[in-house]
């Protein structure tokens, strides 16, 4: 990836973070890209909110 990453390849960053930690680069490239994307900034905060609340929902189901 050179340069800023745009934003489909910014969502696929966002949800592999979910599955393994980013390289650092990785997290670098979704920040800078976050500084100029409100959507992609939005997804992103929605994605650790739906994170949050399926471990919370896991909690509470006993898994």
């Known amino acids: 990836m050179m340069g800023l990453p745009n934003c489909r390849e910014v969502t696929r960053l966002v949800l592999e973070g979910?599955?393994?930690?980013?390289?650092?680069?990785?997290?670098?490239?979704?920040?800078?890209?976050?500084?100029?994307?409100k959507a992609c900034t939005n997804f992103g905060k929605q994605v650790e909110l739906m994170s949050k609340a399926s471990a919370r929902w896991r909690g509470y189901s006993g898994e």
């Open 18 to 37: 979910e599955e393994r930690p980013l390289r650092s680069s990785e997290k670098l490239a979704v920040r800078a890209h976050f500084l100029i994307c």
